[in-house]
C-alpha cells in the first residue's frame, strides 16, 4: 500500500477514534489534522516496532494482548508529540481514553486496508 492511502486509511481511523471515544480531541483545522495523522503513521510505523520488540517477554506471556497496550503507548507518544507541535490532538487519560481510541484506530485500520487491499 502506498504512502498517500496509507495516510487516507490512518486518517479515516483516526477520525473515527476521535469521533466514538469521549476523552480524545482534535482540535484545529483540516491541515493539523493532516500533520497529526503523519505523526500517528510515524508512530505505528518507527516507535511501535520498538516497543513491540523490547516488551516481546510480556507479549509472549500474554498471548498477544500486550500488544493492545504497545499501540495504546505508540498513540500517547502521538499525543505528546501533536502538544509538543501545538496541533491540538489530546487525550484525558491514558487507561480509557489513548487505549480505546488505540483500540479503534486499529480495527478501523484493519478492515479498512483489507478492503483497499483486496
Known amino acids: 500500500m502506498n504512502l498517500v492511502l496509507r495516510l487516507v486509511v490512518t486518517g479515516a481511523a ?3 477514534a476521535v469521533y466514538l471515544v469521549p476523552g480524545l480531541e482534535l482540535d484545529g483545522n483540516f ?8 505523526i500517528v ?9 520498538i516497543i513491540n520488540f523490547f516488551s516481546l517477554p510480556l507479549i509472549l506471556l500474554t498471548m ?6 504497545t499501540n495504546a503507548i505508540a498513540l500517547q507518544i502521538a499525543v505528546w508529540l501533536s502538544g509538543a507541535f501545538g496541533l491540538g490532538f489530546t487525550s484525558s487519560g491514558f487507561f480509557w481514553a489513548t487505549f480505546l481510541g488505540a483500540l479503534v484506530v486499529s480495527v478501523v485500520r484493519m478492515i479498512l486496508e ?3 487491499t483486496d
Not at 31 to 38: I, M, Q, R
Not at 64 to 69: I, K, N, P, Q
Request: proline fraction near 3%.
Open 64 to 69: 498477544g494482548l500486550f500488544l493492545l497496550v
Open 41 to 49: 503513521l510515524l508512530a505505528n510505523g518507527v516507535v511501535k516496532p
Open 114 to 116: 483489507k478492503i483497499l
Open 14 to 16: 483516526l477520525w473515527s
Open 31 to 38: 491541515l493539523d489534522f493532516v500533520f497529526v495523522t503523519a
